[in-house]
């Protein structure tokens, strides 16, 4: 018996781990009966199916590579090499450009464990996965079926509320683990081993997360609570199942529409819709509508302007951060403004109500008006100071030629008392004396 045992496990690891997937095939295609030795030698470790946009890890089985090994992933009946590490050299590499680039910015290895992981997998990806080691103490096949649907999950919600993303467990088992990433960050934002007992939610680098999360111990579901528009974007979710040999990668796009930003210009000035961000990614693609209209747009870095009347030669895009500024505002130019961002990392939607207004006088007309009212002010008062001068004058000469002619009619020219008196009073006149002292006026 157990010399049968010795013959099965001899031929299984020196025959059968040094075929390659495309021979392995052929044998089975020639001699059905093979595929029974197959199955019961485990060449056909494991059957995945996955969803088409999600991601999935196969799992090597190792826990290190050794010094001089040579670890190889191959896809498909020819075996095609799509990834390798090279231990003697520590060098870890993946192969883009293979199969009309089919795996192209797809694929990325564990340069500790060798573990593969086919990113955003299409259904063009369905097919076997052979992972070998130049020892030949490796020798594992994975056959992964991609199912057609949505890429990404897309979630809709407004700014303030909640939001639950569900990894449609219906309870986590003992030895499960799950992770949820955000934005293809390294570090997670919230994580459950349950063999550890340990449930934890983080900040995030930036803390934009802190008293936000809530994770379900039960299903791993992530609930975010209070959702602002910093929290848009693309969530992951790993789910490591004790029942499977893979892990299983959710995505969900959340896109958080922020309340309505009011600007107020006057005509003939000008206005920016500033989008908050410091940084639009190439491969975002941003479009501004009015109304109905997309009037402007960055795809890849190219601006593109509708020609339209209302707005034309009078728009200008920041392509460093999306944001539009419209010069020299026109009545027409009032109304609602939306931005929609689309990429492959998050959905933005936001929402500007401009209203342009008829210009009133300005600071500096202001100014000059108020400098010739006070001017014109200045002026009546001194016309009517004139005005009273000169009527106080009058009065003055008024009152003097009264007098005048009071004393004419007293004292009549030619009058012998009026001549000797006045005669006497330029003696007295003359004969007035001023002392030494200028204090002392002698008479």
Avoid at 16 to 40: A, D, E, G, K, Q
Avoid at 49 to 55: H, N
Avoid at 146 to 154: F, G, I, M, N, T
Avoid at 157 to 167: A, E, I, K, P, Y
Wanted: proline residues 2%.
């Amino acid at each position: 018996m157990y010399i049968y045992i010795y013959v099965y496990k001899y031929i299984y690891n020196f025959l059968i781990c040094r075929m390659t997937v495309y021979n392995r095939i052929c044998l089975i295609l020639s001699c059905p009966f093979s595929y029974c030795f197959f199955f019961f030698a485990g060449v056909f470790d494991e059957s995945v199916s996955v969803k088409e946009g999600d991601s999935v890890t196969l799992h090597s089985g190792l826990t290190g590579i050794q010094t001089d090994d040579v670890l190889q992933w191959r896809f498909g009946p020819q075996g095609t090499l799509i990834a390798q590490i090279n231990r003697a050299v520590n060098k870890s590499i993946t192969f883009d450009d293979v199969l009309e680039g089919r795996f192209r910015s797809r694929l990325k290895l564990d340069s500790q464990t060798g573990d593969l992981t086919v990113r955003n997998i299409r259904t063009e990806h369905s097919g076997l996965y052979e992972v070998t080691s130049s020892k030949h103490t490796l020798n594992k096949m994975f056959d992964v079926s991609v199912v057609p649907v949505d890429d990404v999950k897309s979630v809709s919600v407004l700014v303030g509320d909640s939001v639950t993303l569900q990894t449609d467990l219906t309870e986590i088992q003992r030895d499960d683990e799950i992770q949820w990433r955000f934005e293809h960050q390294n570090s997670p934002i919230a994580e459950i081993i349950r063999k550890a007992r340990k449930i934890s939610t983080y900040d995030g680098p930036d803390g934009r997360f802190r008293h936000s999360l809530q994770l379900d111990y039960m299903t791993g579901s992530l609930t975010i609570k209070n959702i602002g528009i910093r929290h848009s974007g693309l969530y992951e979710v790993d789910i490591s199942t004790s029942s499977s040999k893979h892990t299983i990668h959710k995505s969900f796009s959340v896109t958080v529409s922020g309340e309505m930003k009011s600007e107020t210009v006057k005509e003939g000035e000008s206005v920016t819709l500033r989008t908050g961000f410091t940084e639009v990614q190439i491969y975002d693609f941003m479009t501004w509508m009015f109304g109905d209209t997309i009037i402007a747009e960055i795809n890849k870095g190219a601006q593109l302007y509708d020609d339209d009347e209302r707005f034309r030669d009078r728009l200008q895009l920041d392509n460093q951060t999306g944001s539009l500024t419209i010069t020299n505002c026109t009545i027409s130019n009032s109304g609602l403004y939306e931005l929609n961002i689309n990429s492959n990392r998050h959905n933005v939607h936001q929402r500007f109500s401009v209203t342009v207004s008829v210009p009133g006088p300005s600071d500096k007309t202001a100014w000059i008006i108020g400098t010739i009212l006070l001017v014109l002010v200045a002026a009546a008062a001194s016309v009517i100071y004139c005005l009273y001068i000169s009527k106080l004058k009058r009065r003055h000469l008024s009152c003097q030629d009264k007098e005048k002619g009071t004393l004419d009619a007293l004292f009549p020219k030619g009058d012998p008392t009026v001549l000797n008196a006045s005669i006497a009073e330029e003696r007295r006149l003359s004969s007035v004396h001023f002392s030494r002292d200028p204090s002392t006026v002698l008479l």
